[in-house]
């Protein structure tokens, strides 16, 4: 339980440092497309149980969405995004 608080506590500190403070609306549209899209998990796996009929297939398939997730984290430049912004560059990132 600990580690999902600290998660979130990063990733809410994160997302304050990449947006753009006098947009405040955007946050309540980030928050809804992460509503939106949070069935597209539930929906492959039961997807890929009723066509493989096994649950390693399943859970595979969410496993490939954490690794495509990891693989494109490196991609975001944090740094210029809080600049972009208009957000102070942080120390450390």
């Known amino acids: ?22 947009l405040i609306g955007y946050s309540s549209l980030y928050e809804v497309s992460e509503r939106g899209i949070s069935w597209l998990g539930p929906l492959l796996f039961g997807l890929a149980l009723q066509f493989a009929g096994s649950y390693r297939v399943a859970i595979f398939s969410l496993v490939l969405f954490f690794v495509l997730g990891l693989a494109l984290l490196p991609s975001v430049n944090v740094r210029k995004a809080a600049v972009e912004a208009g957000n102070e560059t942080p120390a450390r990132v």
């Open 1 to 22: 339980m600990n580690s999902l608080c600290l998660a979130i506590a990063f990733q809410l500190g994160w997302f304050a440092q990449v947006r753009d403070l006098t």
